[in-house]
């Protein structure tokens, strides 16, 4: 008994090249769907964020105050910024100092209570997170919808 070999089929070249251009398209048609679908719900967000400047600049602070702690720091760092820090920390300290004072002394004549800020800044807060939420929302969103088509 001798074993026979099992024929191997080889795709026609234009049929390979065909099968190819078609996974590239469809692939390139879902990527342009998923950004277009993208922009789209964004676009709502970013006008937000527009609207409420100070919002976006808070929330970008956050994130990269977050950003910042998430990484770790080399010992190398530490010893070569350590003296620069503590510098650029007391100078910054006496600058917070002072315009905290400034700043008490200017809502005390404007007659703005700290409860009335903190209720400000809290909304202020609650629409940078709603509003990257939002865009999150959508981009994952996107993506689904693209994933699907």
């Known amino acids: 008994m001798s074993k026979r070999e099992a024929?191997?089929?080889?795709?026609?070249?234009?049929?390979?090249?065909?099968?190819?251009?078609?996974?590239?398209?469809?692939v390139s048609d879902r990527v342009a769907a998923a950004?277009?679908?993208a922009r789209?719900?964004?676009?709502?967000?970013?006008?937000?964020?527009e609207s409420n400047p100070l919002a976006a600049l808070l929330?970008?602070?956050?994130?990269?105050?977050?950003?910042?702690a998430l990484l770790p720091r080399l010992a190398k760092e530490k010893e070569l910024l350590?003296?620069?820090?503590?510098?650029?920390?007391?100078?910054?300290?006496?600058?917070?100092?002072?315009?905290?004072?400034?700043?008490?002394?200017a809502l005390a004549d404007?007659?703005?209570s700290s409860d009335q800020i903190r209720a400000q800044v809290s909304k202020l807060v609650e629409q940078?997170?709603?509003?990257?939420?939002?865009?999150?929302?959508?981009?994952?969103?996107a993506a689904r919808e693209s994933a699907t088509r």
């Open 128 to 141: 940078a997170l709603k509003a990257a939420s939002e865009a999150g929302t959508a981009a994952v969103e």
């Open 82 to 105: 350590a003296p620069l820090g503590e510098k650029i920390g007391d100078a910054a300290r006496a600058a917070l100092d002072a315009g905290k004072s400034a700043g008490t002394d």
């Open 40 to 49: 789209e719900k964004t676009a709502g967000a970013g006008e937000k964020l």
């Open 7 to 26: 024929p191997t089929a080889e795709p026609a070249p234009e049929t390979s090249g065909t099968a190819l251009s078609d996974a590239y398209g469809k």
């Open 35 to 37: 950004y277009a679908a």
């Open 110 to 112: 404007a007659g703005l």
């Open 59 to 68: 929330g970008g602070i956050a994130i990269g105050a977050i950003a910042g």
